[in-house]
């Protein structure tokens, strides 16, 4: 069921076997009641308190970006796994709290619940950790909709989004082909990893910088709300 050329949200949606979703973004703000200035402040922390350098990692702070700390330190201590796996694991830790305090993105939800019930197969392709991914879908009742196919962040940071590898081990576990599968991101880096996998992306933008955003990396079609995809799902 290859789709055809669309620059109809609707028609994208409608023709897709399998609908991939960004978590932080399209599903809920994962943040919203754990802030991400805190977590990213922390990991910080913990690094000073291993005995390294926190200065690599300030820009990440000062932006309220936990993952750009991870890649941060990745690029400064690439031989490090030791340091590595321990900042992951206290992320991962600060997003299963955050999944309990996420509020979900409006029409998230329903359009998921739409999706399954006509058939369509759906994955999560995220770079936050399966395990908050798990359990904010749990706590929404959205668990079964994604029947475990949930591909988020492993241990090396180097293949989180723009690197494709969380949609190609999406496409794997879904059986479906690239052309027929379809993307629902919010972010720059979402558009580039769905470009790299073959996979047709639709923009979620629910500001104009977002759109912009998405825009100059070469989304071609953005929608501001999912509300309105419900039917056509």
Do not use: W
């Not at 690239?178 to 923009?203: E, N, T």
Request: with cysteine; net charge negative.
């Amino acid at each position: 069921m290859t789709q055809p050329h669309a620059t109809d949200p609707h028609v994208l949606l409608s023709s897709a076997a399998c609908v991939f979703f960004d978590f932080d973004g399209p599903v809920c703000r994962l943040f919203a009641g754990h802030p991400a200035a805190g977590v990213a402040q922390r990991l910080a922390v913990r690094l000073e308190a291993l005995g390294r350098d926190p200065a690599p990692v300030a820009v990440s702070v000062r932006d309220a970006d936990p993952l750009g700390v991870l890649l941060a330190v990745r690029k400064h201590y690439p031989q490090d796994r030791a340091l590595m796996a321990v900042l992951e694991e206290q992320l991962t830790e600060e997003e299963v709290v955050a999944a309990g305090s996420a509020t979900p993105t409006p029409g998230a939800a329903a359009l998921v619940r739409a999706l399954a019930a006509a058939g369509t197969r759906l994955a999560v392709t995220t770079n936050n950790s399966p395990a908050a991914v798990a359990s904010y879908l749990a706590r929404d009742g959205l668990g079964p909709c994604f029947d475990g196919h949930i591909h988020g962040r492993g241990p090396d940071p180097a293949l989180l989004k723009p690197d494709p590898d969380c949609l190609h081990r999406a496409l794997e576990s879904t059986g479906v082909a690239a052309a027929d599968a379809l993307m629902i991101g919010d972010s720059a880096a979402d558009r580039l990893a769905a470009g790299k996998a073959g996979v047709p992306f639709l923009g979620y933008a629910e500001n104009a910088e977002k759109y912009g955003r998405l825009r100059d990396a070469g989304a071609e079609v953005s929608v501001s709300t999912l509300e309105g995809l419900v039917r056509a799902a």
